[in-house]
């Protein structure tokens, strides 16, 4: 007989792994907004308050799809049977690509938001603007 588990421990194990999925995807496109910026050689790199909203409602949307997969995975697996991953799967899919796709625009636009401030130049990527804002800096130079 198989033994149940009790309530409390199945929340717990569902925020504990949720959280993990979410917190995975956080910095998946925190990582990602890096990488677009071009940010390696960079004196500055700054990502406002907005862009990081939009990082955390899409990372619990995220989260809970990537949740749905590893729990229906990993019953299958238990299982044993393909059928059901591929019913489950499919389901979850159906459930969760109208707020996958919804979150996308908004996901372009936050990971595309950033100030950047490099010696040549200084660019800021406002977040509701597609084009840039580039200001072209000769040498540093001061005078006293």
Known sequence: MKKERSEKRQWWMFFLSFGTFSTMWFFVFYLLN??????KEAIYFGTPAS???VYFICALIFGITT???YVFIKEAFRNKSFHECKVNILGVFRLAWLPLLGTLPFLYLATTNALLIKEENITFNPFWELPNTRIFMGRWSRSY
């Open 51 to 53: 862009a990081y909203w």
């Open 34 to 39: 890096r990488w677009v910026n071009d940010a």
């Open 67 to 69: 949740w749905g997969l």
